[in-house]
């Protein structure tokens, strides 16, 4: 608890909201690239405490939320198929394909089993040398160090009957493809701390500089997110675009070496295509070629997927901060988490849910400082 209770303070966070209102002077534009940043925001209201002038605009954080509509559709066809353990998390299980999701291939008779960690994956694998297991590997750099180290350990310890359908991508190009749209109104970034812990900051300097927008690495508590506002703010009004640290109890310069080098023995940098966004340049990783015996792509030849995204979901709109969830037609109506149109109303990270669980009914009350621990 002592955590929680740390940075969740509402002395200490009255006491940042105070300075952000001292500071500002014009309206300014922000945005996180983190669902679970997203759900703290909020969550405890943090957009409702901010002055006017302050705008957080919702980026495409979420790992389900980006994963593209093609690799459901894959992951549902491999699925399906006799002799396949397919073995993903949770929050994968519900995400709409075309027509289905995971769930209803599972009650369709396939083998859909969800696991805690990769590594569960690979132990089924050797547990059933009969079957083919495919495990699931979707997420941001935070996620791809685990699965990269569970693809090296299949190969190493000579399980062939594992295989992992990839989907991971990269933060960086998704800013860079942010700030190069013509709809752009982002003027400062609040970086996700988690990927920073892996990868470090040595990719956003450059990314700050030519399009001239601040860039602040943030954690995931309320008094984080207030830190890495005031620090944006603050570089804002100064005029400044530079990286700057606000997480250093997790974040490194350098990241994690060693996840970094396990990253680049098992992965190679592809372009990668983003539910609702399209293909991002360098914005992914696929299995490099000492890999692709493990590759269930290659595996399963699944190949000339149609896909037909439902046209009454904006998530596309939502993932690109070009719309906020409750101000989508379908939002609370149609699409629920019980029967949802896009992946941002299932995940736990996703935009629309974070409204859908605190804001659907309205929210008068201002969490942070009614209840300190939530």
């Keep these: 608890m002592k955590y929680l209770e740390e940075f969740q303070n509402p002395e200490l966070a009255r006491g940042l909201l105070d300075d952000i209102r001292a500071t500002v002077t014009r309206p300014w534009a922000l945005m996180e690239v983190c669902g679970g ?76 089993r969800v696991v805690y960690s990769p590594l569960d994956a690979l132990r089924i694998a050797r547990e059933n040398p009969d079957r083919e297991v495919v495990f699931f590997g979707i997420g941001f750099e935070t996620t791809a160090p685990p699965n990269a180290m569970t693809v090296y350990q299949a190969r190493k310890q000579g399980i062939r009957n594992f295989s992992m359908l990839v989907s991971h991508v990269r933060v960086p190009p ?10 752009c109104r982002v003027q400062g970034f609040l970086a996700a701390g988690h990927v920073c812990s892996v990868m470090g900051t040595g990719e956003y300097p450059a990314l700050a500089a030519r399009h001239r927008v601040p860039i602040v690495v943030t954690g995931f508590e309320p008094l984080d997110i207030l830190e890495g506002i005031r620090r944006t703010v603050g570089q804002l009004e100064r005029g400044e675009h530079t990286v700057d640290n606000a997480y250093p109890r997790a974040v490194q310069p350098q990241g994690n070496p060693a996840a ?14 983003w539910r609702g966004i399209g293909t991002i340049p360098l914005s992914g990783w696929r299995l490099s ?32 901060g070009l719309l906020k969830p409750n101000e989508c037609e379908a939002f609370g109506n149609i699409c629920t988490p019980r029967t949802p149109l896009g992946a941002t109303m299932v995940s736990s990270e996703g935009a629309c849910a974070a409204y859908y669980l605190y804001r659907r009914l309205g929210n008068p009350a201002t969490p942070l400082e009614a209840n300190p621990v939530g």
């Design 289 to 320: 070629p000492r890999y692709r015996d493990h590759d269930a792509e290659y595996r399963f030849d699944v190949v000339d997927i149609a896909t037909l995204e439902p046209a009454e979901c904006r998530s596309g709109e939502v993932l690109q």
């Design 260 to 273: 970094r080098a396990m990253l680049e023995d098992v992965f190679e940098v592809t372009d990668r295509a």
């Design 174 to 183: 998704a800013i860079e493809a942010i700030m190069t749209s013509p709809e």
């Design 37 to 112: 940043q997203t759900h703290t925001i909020i969550r405890h209201a943090i957009d409702q405490l901010l002055p006017e002038e302050v705008e957080l605009i919702h980026g495409p954080g979420c790992p389900v939320c980006v994963t593209p509509l093609e690799i459901i559709d894959k992951a549902l066809e491999i699925a399906s198929r006799p002799g396949v353990i397919f073995c993903s998390f949770g929050d994968m299980l519900r995400v709409p394909g075309t027509g289905r999701d995971l769930f209803r291939v599972r009650g369709e008779g396939g083998d859909v």
